[in-house]
């Protein structure tokens, strides 16, 4: 089983500012664990330089969105093509903060899978609950609603190349983290409804979870079963706190 560390920059840092996290991210590049895959989703404008700073490195450029169609009449988007044609080699498709601000549908993030798996990008799928629906009780049949909808139309091959982060939103940016127990009670039932609609492959899709995740939490959560990783926003913006938590994931996942 991969492990994973992703950085979410989202809409943060200038072009000097994104040259100077990249460059201070891969200067620890010698200490990664060999089992840890590193990734850092910096804006668009930025993708370009920043998969060349990374060229020759461990680190993967992922992007932080993407279009389904391959070229047409969609201002202000970026296609799969796009993204390939500079090295993007991931993708995070399905964020809340795109469901909530700009209206995304688990059927649209559905077809952008698709469109990143044909271009050989890896998707990293965003899914889980908010407040309200934790609070009901209700984050298994959500959870399960938005993976059935998301994968669809997918074949199991793609679904088996897809990763999956689970990120409740009440833990986004909040400072409230899921506990161990709780992101790894519905990491497992992630991974019974993988399993389930793909076979033994789907054991071996990596969970990631997102969700206030800082390096004074990170050993608890990254050293369960079914956590195979982390999907960091406010922490990886900072390279020293993005570092600690590669270390961690080497440390506690070996
Ligand atoms: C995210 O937005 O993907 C995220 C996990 O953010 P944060 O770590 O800041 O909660």
Known sequence: MRTIVAGNWKMHKDRIEAA????????????WSPSVDVVVAPPFPFLAEAVERARGTRLVVAAQNCHEAAHGAY???VSVAMLSSI????CIVGHSERRQYFGETDAAV?????ALLSANIMPIYCCGEVLDE?????HFEVVARQMDEA???LDVSAIARTVIAYEPVWAIGTGRTATPDQAQEIHAFIRGQLVGRIGDAGREVPLLYGGSCKPDNAGGLFGRSDINGGLIGGAA???TQFTALITIAGEVMN
Do not use: N
Request: no cysteine; proline share 0%.
């Open 237 to 239: 913006l900072d390279a």
């Open 110 to 114: 559905g077809r952008k899978i698709a």
């Open 134 to 138: 934790r609070e009901q009780g209700r």
């Open 75 to 77: 201002t202000g988007e």
């Open 20 to 31: 100077d996290l990249i460059a201070a991210v891969i200067a620890g590049a010698d200490a």
């Open 151 to 153: 994968f669809r139309e």
């Open 87 to 90: 090295g993007v080699g991931a």
